[in-house]
């Protein structure tokens, strides 16, 4: 402090508030510096599942998009991904250790760039089977879990010539048998109404 001591040429007080705060500058540098030798630093990731729903038809190729996003570490290619399907019969393992572990499936496997944080999921040729709700979870170093919130996937049945027929033959079904109750409920009201007429006509003469 140059200008306390130019203040106070008799004293040396700059001498000693400069040495205090060189003691202090140095007791702040080794308390910041060892907890950073003694543990790493915590991983904090972000794992984004994106859209929440997806719909597609029997036979299509759907991406299910999952982005890993970590500030601290920009470098995620240690990182172990996982995704699992979730349906009325429990949970089901696709992929571990960034592989899938499905025998004889060569439908379903990772498509990203695990080092740019892409560890979407593509799944071939779908069918009804895959409908479910499928999450990605990622294993840090450090062994803490991770996981997306989910993507329900829902797969419609492609329809075919056949099944445009049916479903126009279903539709028709549907009409008709909407007119025949209406015909059989005329058939059975109109004996009914016709006494209901002549008791009325009857009445009325009376």
């Given at each position: 402090?140059?200008?306390?001591s ?38 904090n ?58 025998p ?103």
């Amino acid at each position: 402090h140059p200008q306390l001591s130019s203040l106070f040429p008799g004293t040396d007080v700059g001498v000693t508030d400069g040495g205090a705060n060189k003691e202090n500058a140095a007791d702040v540098n080794h308390v910041t510096a060892q907890p950073l030798l003694l543990t790493p630093e915590p991983w904090n990731l972000l794992v984004t599942q994106t859209p929440a729903k997806e719909k597609a038809k029997e036979g299509e190729t759907v991406v299910l998009n999952c982005h890993l996003n970590s500030p601290q570490h920009p470098s995620l290619t240690d990182l172990m991904v996982k995704w699992y399907k979730e349906d009325e019969k429990g949970q089901m393992y696709l992929l571990k250790k960034n592989v899938t572990i499905l025998p004889n499936n060569s439908r379903i496997f990772m498509s990203g760039d695990l080092s740019q944080g892409d560890v979407s999921l593509i799944i071939l040729n779908v069918t009804t089977s895959d409908h479910g709700i499928y999450f990605c979870e990622v294993t840090l170093p450090d062994g803490k879990v991770v996981t997306g919130d989910g993507t329900k996937l829902r797969i419609r049945r492609a329809l075919g010539l056949f099944g445009i027929e049916e479903s126009i033959g279903t539709i028709i079904g549907v009409v008709a048998a909407g007119i025949g109750g209406i015909v059989v409920l005329i058939i059975v009201l109109t004996p009914q109404l016709r006494r209901c007429l002549l008791c009325m006509r009857q009445e009325s003469h009376q």
